[in-house]
């Protein structure tokens, strides 16, 4: 079945038109009503290469949306040899709500690749960007932050390929992006198959994604590096070759460490954490404390590093349940 999100951009034309991706939704209020998806597509009409970029999945996370708001104005004024179409606010409700998922159907749109027709709008978004957008793509970079609930180490993360010629092909986006960490990773701890890049995978379509930043706020650091690493993409892969971008950044490679290695809180309470993402840990080594809502008397439960590590993000919010995720880590690896 052909999904039902329509647009009025034609992304052969050459020049840069703004529409939606419009996202048919029928509410009480709005019986034939669609969401409005902000959508570009700048197109020098010469051929070349086309640069898919996405934010907003997430509606809590600031720092991509912001680049890529910011991006369209300087590529307005540039020679492209080639496409690129951003959506800076891919789940629309989410970002207007200010909340990772669809305050319209709950959907948690890095969740439900690749998309289902028979879903609510989030699924149909996905099911977009599958079908009709990933087709047109050569390159793809979907930008997350730690959002809400996660302090995060800024850092790129890809899945790593499906074989040789994938893998290099990854591995030359993270080093073109440039983050300062960057994690090869199967998607284990978060959405595993299910996300934007998980998806662009499968389709054969070098793609990464990034967290950048903490809590629902922007990060100056983690914008500088979603702005850099998109310009740079953009001239490394002949789209906008006269655009500059900072050179001299040391990139790292690393490896998420599993479930087994990851800290959740065994309770309800106040969540105290010992150390910060970027921290070497050691095994042993204190993490963290939770103080009890219900026992003020009770002795605070501590926790401790199964592993030696890198902290690769902890919990953002004092306020704990049990089965949250307050540590993550990760190791330099070769790549
Ligand atoms: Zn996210």
Same mark, same amino acid.
């Given at each position: 079945?052909?999904?039902?999100?329509?647009?009025t951009?034609?992304?052969?034309?050459?020049?840069?038109?703004?529409?939606?991706?419009?996202?048919?939704?029928?509410?009480?209020?709005? !019986?034939? #009503?669609?969401?409005?998806? @902000?959508?570009?597509?700048? /197109?020098?009409? &010469?051929?070349? +290469?086309?640069? %898919?970029?996405?934010a907003?999945?997430?509606?809590?996370?600031?720092?991509?949306?912001?680049?890529?708001?910011?991006?369209?104005?300087?590529?307005?004024?540039?020679?492209?040899?080639g496409r690129?179409?951003?959506?800076p606010?891919?789940?629309?409700?989410?970002? !207007?709500? #200010?909340?990772?998922?669809? @305050?319209?159907?709950?959907? /948690?749109?890095? &969740?439900?690749? +690749?998309?289902? %027709?028979?879903?609510?709008?989030?699924?149909?978004?996905?099911?977009?960007?599958?079908?009709?957008?990933?087709?047109?793509?050569d390159?793809?970079?979907?930008?997350?932050?730690?959002?809400?609930?996660?302090?995060?180490?800024?850092?790129?993360?890809?899945?790593?390929?499906?074989?040789?010629?994938?893998?290099?092909?990854?591995?030359?986006?993270?080093?073109?992006?440039?983050?300062?960490?960057?994690?090869?990773?199967?998607g284990?701890?978060?959405g595993?198959?299910?996300?934007l890049?998980?998806?662009?995978?499968?389709?054969?379509?070098?793609?990464?994604?990034?967290?950048?930043?903490?809590?629902?706020?922007?990060?100056?650091?983690?914008?500088?590096?979603a702005?850099?690493?998109?310009?740079?993409?953009?001239?490394?892969?002949?789209?906008?070759?006269?655009?500059?971008?900072?050179?001299g950044?040391?990139?790292?490679?690393?490896?998420?460490l599993g479930?087994?290695?990851?800290?959740?809180?065994?309770?309800?309470?106040?969540?105290?954490?010992?150390?910060?993402?970027?921290?070497?840990?050691?095994?042993?080594?204190?993490?963290?404390?939770?103080?009890?809502?219900?026992?003020?008397?009770?002795r605070?439960?501590?926790?401790?590093?199964?592993?030696?590590?890198?902290?690769?993000?902890?919990r953002?919010?004092?306020?704990?349940?049990?089965?949250?995720?307050?540590?993550?880590?990760?190791?330099?690896?070769?790549?």
């Amino acid at each position: 079945m052909k999904n039902p999100v329509w647009t009025t951009i034609d992304f052969d034309a050459p020049g840069i038109q703004s529409d939606f991706a419009r996202v048919p939704h029928s509410s009480d209020t709005s !019986a034939y #009503g669609w969401i409005p998806v @902000p959508m570009l597509c700048l /197109n020098g009409g &010469r051929g070349g +290469p086309t640069a %898919l970029f996405t934010a907003g999945t997430h509606g809590d996370e600031y720092e991509g949306q912001v680049a890529l708001r910011k991006l369209v104005h300087d590529l307005a004024k540039t020679k492209l040899q080639g496409r690129v179409i951003i959506l800076p606010a891919l789940n629309r409700p989410a970002v !207007a709500a #200010g909340r990772r998922n669809s @305050p319209l159907d709950g959907g /948690n749109l890095n &969740r439900v690749f +690749p998309g289902d %027709l028979q879903g609510g709008p989030t699924a149909v978004i996905a099911h977009y960007v599958a079908t009709e957008l990933f087709p047109l793509a050569d390159v793809i970079i979907d930008l997350h932050s730690g959002g809400s609930s996660l302090d995060y180490l800024p850092m790129a993360l890809a899945h790593p390929g499906r074989n040789e010629t994938e893998a290099e092909a990854v591995r030359r986006l993270l080093t073109s992006f440039g983050a300062p960490y960057s994690a090869l990773t199967d998607g284990a701890g978060g959405g595993a198959g299910a996300t934007l890049y998980a998806a662009a995978e499968q389709a054969g379509i070098p793609a990464i994604t990034t967290e950048l930043g903490s809590g629902s706020t922007l990060s100056e650091a983690g914008l500088a590096i979603a702005e850099s690493g998109v310009r740079r993409v953009l001239r490394d892969y002949g789209i906008a070759p006269d655009f500059d971008a900072p050179e001299g950044r040391t990139i790292r490679f690393a490896r998420f460490l599993g479930r087994g290695d990851t800290i959740y809180s065994p309770c309800d309470g106040l969540f105290e954490p010992f150390v910060k993402p970027g921290e070497q840990v050691a095994p042993g080594q204190k993490a963290g404390a939770i103080h009890r809502l219900d026992n003020a008397l009770a002795r605070p439960i501590e926790l401790e590093f199964p592993s030696s590590g890198i902290v690769a993000f902890r919990r953002f919010p004092t306020l704990t349940s049990t089965g949250d995720a307050l540590f993550g880590l990760m190791v330099e690896a070769q790549n």
